[in-house]
């Protein structure tokens, strides 16, 4: 099953275990980035139910009055 004697690499019982190229390396850090960008973001957002400090229907604050003043305020100019 091996591809013959192509680059460097280790062996270990019997096993050669070949060094990765570049683009496989550069490729993996960047995913991991966004991967953990993403944990950071969802902990941020979804946090404060996971841990019980807050109940999930209880909404966001901020982008409840927000919206509805802005929404109201249109329904009420176009009648």
Do not use: N
């Not at 280790?10 to 953990?36: D, E, F, N």
């Not at 902990?43 to 209880?58: F, M, N, S, Y």
């Amino acid at each position: 099953m091996g591809g013959g004697g192509h680059g460097g690499g280790t062996t270990y019982k019997g096993i050669t275990v070949h060094q990765p190229k570049r683009w496989h390396t550069v490729t993996g850090k960047g995913l991991c980035a966004v991967m953990w960008f993403w944990v950071l973001y969802r902990a941020k957002q979804d946090g404060p139910v996971v841990l019980g400090w807050r109940h999930p229907w209880e909404g966001h604050e901020d982008h409840s009055h927000g919206h509805g003043h802005v929404h109201g305020h249109d329904h009420e100019a176009s009648h």
